[in-house]
């Protein structure tokens, strides 16, 4: 039976901090629409409203994020940047999952009907570019990797298994993105963004991982690149490719080892002799 420790968050602890961050985003973007409404009645003009929901867009993060960190007590560091070949690494890993991702899984679930929601959110994205760079490229992998990774598997890792942990941090994270075709995807890519994480101790380099992926993603939807369901069909060669990319890149991520210098205070205080220590992640 698997050891838990009282340190950390538990499963349930993460549920319940994750369903409050979904909450206040609820509420406060509830509370900009109405807003953006009243001022597109009185000015007649959208564009003044467009510009305060994408200011909205940037502001609520920031602010969860600073509530999780000096409110809720929980550490992390957002500038911790490491050595310049893990990023290379990075780069490998996400470009391989992409063409091995987009030419298997993603074949099938494009043939199942998507939520006109999600449709018409993302349309309504790709015609800001600007809008869609500055969100999906650089508010959603900082917020997203620092609530996590830097949060829920950090802590859940102290209290469970780094397994276990690496596997409820991905599910949470497959969650919120409240539908199959980018729950399917988040989950896997859930487990490599963590694998970096937990192997790497650097939360910037998961930021810069999910940073790569959506990079990808933007420049699928604005028709600049085409791989797998995007081309219509499957193609050997591009899995081909992507199988020996994620290999490359695993082999290399699998054999980077921590400097002690970069290890932090909470894992030194573990590694001290006569402790119970929990087994890293092979």
Not at 152 to 164: E, G, I, V
Request: with cysteine; glycine share 6%; proline share 3%.
């Amino acid at each position: 039976m698997e050891k838990v420790h009282n340190e950390g968050l538990s499963i349930w602890g993460s549920i319940k901090l994750l369903l409050w961050v979904y909450m206040v985003q609820v509420v406060l973007a509830f509370v900009v629409g109405i807003l953006v409404g009243i001022i597109n009645v009185m000015t007649s003009s959208e564009t003044i409203g467009f510009w305060i929901l994408d200011v909205s867009q940037i502001l609520i993060p920031i602010y969860l994020i600073n509530h999780v960190r000096h409110k809720r007590g929980f550490e992390f560091d957002l500038l911790d940047l490491t050595s310049a070949s893990l990023y290379i690494i990075a780069l490998v890993l996400i470009s391989g999952y992409r063409l091995v991702y987009d030419n298997s899984l993603a074949l099938p679930l494009s043939s199942i009907e998507k939520a006109k929601f999600y449709v018409n959110t993302f349309n309504k994205i790709l015609c800001r570019p600007i809008t869609a760079i500055l969100l999906t490229c650089v508010v959603a992998p900082v917020f997203e990797e620092t609530l996590f990774r830097g949060v829920f598997l950090k802590q859940l890792s102290k209290r469970y298994s780094k397994l276990t942990a690496l596997t409820i941090s991905s599910l949470l994270f497959a969650l919120i993105h409240f539908n199959l075709h980018q729950s399917a995807n988040a989950v896997l890519l859930g487990f490599i963004f963590g694998f970096i994480y937990l192997k790497t101790n650097s939360l910037s380099l998961s930021i810069f991982a999910h940073f790569v992926n959506n990079v990808y993603g933007l420049l699928m939807g604005y028709g600049f690149i085409s791989i797998g369901v995007m081309g219509g069909s499957l193609s050997f060669y591009e899995l081909s490719i992507g199988i020996i990319l994620l290999v490359v890149g695993f082999y290399f991520l699998q054999k980077t080892k921590l400097d002690p210098q970069e290890v932090p205070a909470e894992i030194a205080v573990e590694l001290e002799p006569n402790q119970d220590v929990k087994e890293p992640l092979a």
